[in-house]
């Protein structure tokens, strides 16, 4: 069965850094596209960004651009996200994604709360 684990998520103050990691388990992964979400309890999940097989990496979300990156290791079955200069508004539960084609898997997601 395939995995997605994400972790790294915490508490962290207004300004500090968090890094995220989704390890994925029994999946090509250097095959899929990655992808970081975010959501918000009574809100839609919302895309962050996109990296290809090749680590071409797409930020979707104008609030994090130049704060967030998102990146891979293939040889470590591992997508990341790097993230700076953190705001309250940041605080969500945070998804990783896999995708080739048609399927999709999804992982349990983390939570990052910024808060002073």
């Known amino acids: 069965q395939v995995q997605l684990v994400e972790s790294g998520g915490g508490l962290v103050q207004p300004g500090g850094s968090l890094r995220l990691s989704c390890v994925a388990s029994?999946?090509?992964?250097?095959?899929?596209?990655m992808h970081w979400y975010r959501q918000v309890p009574g809100k839609e999940r919302e895309l962050i960004a996109a990296?290809?097989?090749?680590?071409?990496?797409?930020n979707y979300l104008d609030s994090v651009k130049n704060r967030f990156n998102a990146f891979r290791e293939n040889a470590k079955n591992t997508l990341y996200l790097q993230m700076y200069e953190l705001i309250p508004d940041d605080t969500a539960v945070y998804f990783c994604?896999?995708?080739?084609?048609?399927?999709?898997?999804w992982g349990q997601g983390t939570q990052v709360t910024v808060s002073s």
């Open positions: 994604s896999a995708a080739l084609g048609h399927t999709r898997y």
């Open positions: 029994r999946l090509a992964f250097s095959r899929y596209v």
């Open positions: 990296v290809t097989s090749t680590g071409i990496s797409t």
